[in-house]
């Protein structure tokens, strides 16, 4: 799972180089857009079930709610850029 989180660099970067050298086939573009959507919304659906699995029982409220106003506040951030 955490092997999945780091290919998704790629990408991060294939979006920059595409940035770079102006690549017009649209095609491209709307692809990696939507392969880098898809998976940033499957792996952040892992993460939140398996997270407050790896803590202690005290700490998964916290653990949850902290997840809650992270997805919250990147999705807030995402709709004003």
């Known amino acids: 799972m955490y092997v999945a989180g780091f290919l998704r660099l790629f990408f991060a970067v294939l979006s920059i180089v595409i940035m770079?050298?102006?690549v017009s086939a649209t095609w491209a573009v709307v692809g990696?857009?939507?392969?880098f959507?898809?998976?940033?919304?499957?792996?952040q659906s892992l993460f939140c079930c398996y997270a407050p699995a790896?803590?202690?029982q005290q700490e998964q409220e916290t653990l949850g709610n902290l997840m809650v106003i992270m997805i919250t506040l990147g999705v807030s951030?995402?709709?004003l850029i």
């Open 32 to 35: 990696n857009l939507v392969v």
């Open 77 to 79: 951030i995402g709709g």
């Open 54 to 56: 790896k803590v202690d």
């Open 20 to 22: 770079l050298y102006q």
């Open 37 to 43: 959507a898809a998976s940033n919304g499957y792996l």
